[in-house]
């Protein structure tokens, strides 16, 4: 059996985002999980900014999808399970991440193959901010919005708050629950995608 593999990538491209940072903390969880299951995973972290994409409208749609689209499209869909970590910006998630997932839900070939990339992926997503409750509201809008993508959103989430202390040098977090609540949903995701994937 081939790999489960798990693609991850941040609602921000700002220098330093403590999003970022999450998501290659989470990777390297997924990382020791996986390393634990017979078949094994394959880890991917991404920026969005090498998928930057303009601001959806259906009338650009008219000269067909754009090719940096495709590109994440193909990325999307080609990966067994996804993790977002998403900052909260007013209490709901990024506009750079909401755009990119409404332009993901156009795309419907992918080199002459129908496809749905994101419909019935398991999905875990996760939050981190300087405040206290780490970003928890933005993902009940996140969830929402995956949700009517059809995709299949983790019981499991995290929420890490305080950022300017959340982890060491090496990404690792600091909080010992953070750290535990990390652990439950690698596991979880690897399980889903592995019972999942084609």
Known sequence: MSKTKILLFAGSTRIGSVNHKLALSIAKSLEFVGSQHKEGTEITTISLNDYELPLYCQELECDGLPEKLIDFARLVNEHDGLVITSPEYNASLSPLLKNALDWLSRVENIDGQ????????PVAIAACSPGSNG???GLSHLRDVLVNLGALILTEQLAVGNSLTAFDDDLTLTNE????LCGELCTSLIRHAEYYKA
Do not use: N
């Open 135 to 137: 970003g928890i509201r």
């Open 114 to 121: 129908a496809v749905t990339p994101i419909k019935g992926k």
């Open 177 to 180: 629950r953070a750290k535990e």
